[in-house]
């Protein structure tokens, strides 16, 4: 059960990690010197996306980081597929230019 849920976690990860702007690749793999840049980047991480509007935060964070679908978001804010998708692609170019 631990290995599942770490398992599942590291996939959620790494697909939030997918659309973050990193100058350095090494800090996504699993080399000793970008696992102790993690809790920093961690930080910086949930700052950035504090301050991406609540909206698409939500959205990002159920695309991304929970692995909904955009339909499966869009029934749960009640509100279109295309909505979501808008506000996937502009808390994405928000996170960016907040993180980079």
């Given at each position: 059960?631990?290995?599942?849920?770490?398992?599942?976690?590291?996939?959620?990860?790494n697909r939030l990690l997918s659309f973050i702007p990193f100058d350095d690749r090494?800090?996504?793999t699993g080399d000793k010197e970008g696992q102790e840049q993690r809790p920093a980047e961690g930080l910086a991480i949930q700052d950035a996306l504090s301050h991406v509007p609540s909206e698409q935060r939500t959205c990002l964070v159920l695309r991304f980081v929970e692995g909904f679908k955009y339909g499966e978001i869009a029934e749960t804010l009640g509100t279109s597929e295309e909505a979501v998708r808008k506000r996937v692609a502009r808390g994405k170019q928000a996170f960016r230019k907040l993180y980079g």
């Open positions: 059960m631990v290995a599942t849920n770490n398992a599942w976690q590291r996939r959620r990860w090494r800090k996504v």
